[in-house]
């Protein structure tokens, strides 16, 4: 199993920006699609974004959508969330993950998981 490892997160200010990577330990062979969720405080973990490894297309929540940016360094094996105009309600832990399938957004269609980074966003 492929181990994800996440980092760059921190605490910032509202309209701030914060670069998250995703390091994984192997080639992403056989695996379809990366993707980034976050769980804030007290809350279920929710899906941000995804990206597929296999053409470079992106999908993202409503939420998100014009504010963050998900890339991938394939030669890496790196996966990035560019997060702009940050606000108070983006605080939570974000985690990366991956999966067979393709355009998954559920929690369980991801197998691999990171650890997660804590982002905190101050209003």
């Known amino acids: 199993q492929v181990q994800l490892v996440e980092s760059g997160g921190g605490l910032v200010q509202a309209g701030d920006s914060l670069r998250l990577s995703c390091a994984a330990s192997r080639p992403i062979f056989s695996r379809v699609t990366m993707g980034w969720f976050r769980q804030p405080p007290g809350n279920e973990r929710e899906f941000v974004a995804a990206i597929s490894w296999i053409d470079g297309s992106t999908y993202y929540s409503g939420s998100v959508k014009g504010r963050f940016t998900i890339s991938e360094d394939n030669a890496k094996n790196t996966l990035f969330l560019q997060m702009n105009t940050l606000k108070p309600e983006d605080t939570a832990v974000y985690y990366c993950?991956?999966?067979?399938?393709?355009?998954?957004?559920?929690?369980?269609?991801?197998?691999?998981w990171g650890q997660g980074t804590q982002v905190t966003v101050s209003s």
């Open positions: 993950a991956v999966s067979e399938l393709n355009f998954p957004r559920r929690r369980q269609d991801f197998d691999s």
